[in-house]
């Protein structure tokens, strides 16, 4: 491992594999430090892009769209699809990149209004950035899977401006304004 050093149980518990990128477990532990700060705000984005892109699907493909127009999916993502399953289970089974995959490549199904809706975007501004909306909901999957899957996310030249990237998309999907609204609502009762 070169000049990394780890006692023998820090490598049978976490593999020399995992921490071969780390110069120091001190390092491993920021690395789960920082990817803590941001699992929250990309659980939010993801969840609510899905349940938003739902929501226009069955408006215009009707409420069977997933079993009748998976062929819009991924590939490896239709498989997951069940016949006899309920609507919500086979929507939790689709991955953050089968959502970004639908947006990317199937956007004639949404109209500029489905668009605007999702993210919170007059129809003109949704038009002019659609390309680079999807360009950016894509670096933000790579740095989920990186976060989720414990991988290294600092000092990565690519996610230099991620949290700016993400809170765009928190502001976007209007994660905050549902919160705060659901806050009220909850401190009146």
Known sequence: MGENFYTKSILEVFSEKRLASYASFDEYLYNIKVSQLFYPKLHLIE????NKM?????????????????????????????????HDSNIANLTFGAWINVLDNHYRIFNDADLAYLFNLSKKQVNRQYSKLCAELRMIKNFRNRVFHYEKVYNHHQYKNIGTLIDKFIKLLDIDGVLELSIQEIKKH
């Open 54 to 86: 739902d929501i226009l699907l069955l408006e215009n493909l009707g409420d069977d769209w997933i079993t009748k127009h998976k062929y819009i999916l991924p590939i490896d993502q239709q498989a997951k699809i069940r016949q006899n399953q309920a």
């Open 47 to 50: 969840i609510c892009l899905r």
